[in-house]
């Protein structure tokens, strides 16, 4: 094209076109990103939570040291339950509650397990 000829109407309109396509398509190869690394999060997500182990049903809240003593007795998907703890089947944790060892007192196992005092 000859450098001193004004650009037609034509020539803006294709000009406008192209820039408008640039931009669209960076655009969406943005978008394109964006999807792949959710997909990347959901299946990260997905993955750990099949990786996770299955909520126990009871577990024994222990006391301070390694292996401290026994010092209350949760429901396994019990909020309350502190950092140490053990899970246990329904009758270690009957014989824990009979032995003296405290209910939790938000869910209530000694209910659930028969044992009241």
């Known amino acids: 094209m000859n450098e001193s000829a004004p ?3 034509l020539d803006q ?3 406008a076109r192209r820039v408008v ?6 655009a969406l ?6 999807i792949a690394d959710e997909e990347r999060r ?3 997500q997905a993955r750990r939570e099949e990786a996770r182990p299955p909520v126990p049903d009871w577990i024994v809240e222990r ?8 010092i209350e007795v949760h429901r396994g998907d019990c909020g309350a339950a502190g950092k140490r703890r053990t899970a246990v089947n329904r009758d ?3 014989w824990e509650l009979a032995r003296g060892i405290r209910a939790c007192i938000h869910c209530r196992p000694d209910t ?3 044992v009241l005092e």
Do not use: K, M
């Open 29 to 34: 190869a943005e978008i394109d990103r964006w």
């Open 7 to 9: 650009l037609t109407r």
């Open 42 to 44: 959901e299946a990260e």
């Open 92 to 94: 270690e944790a009957r």
């Open 21 to 26: 396509e640039q931009q669209a398509t960076r």
């Open 63 to 70: 006391g301070i040291g390694h292996g401290g003593p026994p």
């Open 13 to 15: 309109l294709r000009f």
């Open 112 to 114: 659930e397990l028969g």
